[in-house]
């Protein structure tokens, strides 16, 4: 696949009436699955989560987390599967108890905040699995732009955004 030939849609994918993000607009996030058994319970459910915080009243949401499209999943250095996008614009915030009853998804921080996305399966941009070996620069850089931000999911609720355009750019380089 020619990673660098492959264009997003030209329709906005909430609403048809608009043309789509340009990709230096469209934000991925990177989830961390911290196991089999999780991504599994992701997939029975078709939804996804990251951590925001580590306690109620703690919550901030980057507008870039408010702002994200599709979702990249990773575990460790490696990518998981291709893009999956958001069903519908909003998310759910919940505790990780919280997570837990609803859909039996065991949290890192039982008492931490978390935000879970409605996600299928998206046949168009990156439905393959993409080159982790490409990825993986892009996610440590962009983590490490914040000086305080550690790579470990269970110690930092800080999220990672990339565009859409830095992901296709990395794939279509040579090695």
Known sequence: MQYGKRIPPEKNQFDI???AVPPEEHKVLVVWSFDESQ??????????HVRLGDRPGGLVVDLEVAA????????GEKVLMGLLKLASRDFTVLTGAEMFKVYGI???KPDGIYAVFK?????GILSEKPES???WPLIKAKALQKSYRILNPHRSPDPVVLSLRSILDALAKDK
């Not at 994200?68 to 575990?75: D, E, I």
């Open 17 to 19: 009436t608009r043309r």
């Open 39 to 48: 991504l599994t319970r992701w997939k029975e459910h078709q939804i996804a």
């Open 68 to 75: 994200v499209r599709h979702l990249l999943v990773r575990r």
């Open 106 to 108: 065991k949290a890192s």
């Open 119 to 123: 996600v299928e399966e998206d046949s």
């Open 133 to 135: 070996a490409k990825i």
